[in-house]
Nanobody
């Protein structure tokens, strides 16, 4: 059984940076497509960035050029480096695994069966 645990959330000022980590454990063959999502109260959970099993990375438009997703296979860890943060980035961020990356499917939460508990990111002006 695959489990993912996020860490690294916190507070930052606008223009600042944070790095999130997602540590995965379990059956590595099920890691598959992994992604970062975020959610604010009252809104749907939205895909932020994803990486497929061969390392192709996708980003939602609003974070392109600011966020960088990377994976450290040896440590089974996924990272999300967030720079030039804005208040609109404030959300709870979730790591997801064993999903579907193709054709933009990664952007929708229903395509991922495995989730972490989330980590809060708060950006102030």
């Amino acid at each position: 059984q695959v489990q993912v645990v996020e860490s690294g959330g916190g507070s930052a000022q606008a223009g600042g940076s944070l790095r999130l980590s997602c540590s995965a454990s379990g059956h590595t063959e099920r890691f598959g497509c992994m992604a970062w999502f975020r959610q604010v109260p009252g809104k749907e959970r939205e895909g932020v960035a994803a990486i497929d099993s061969v390392g192709r990375i996708s980003y939602r438009d609003s974070v392109k050029g600011r966020f960088t997703l990377s994976r450290e296979n040896f440590r089974n860890t996924l990272y999300l480096q967030m720079t030039n943060l804005t208040q609109e980035d404030t959300a709870t961020y979730y790591c997801a695994a064993d999903g579907r990356c193709r054709g933009g499917l990664w952007k929708r939460s229903e395509h991922f069966p495995i989730w972490g508990q989330g980590t809060q990111v708060t950006v102030s002006s």
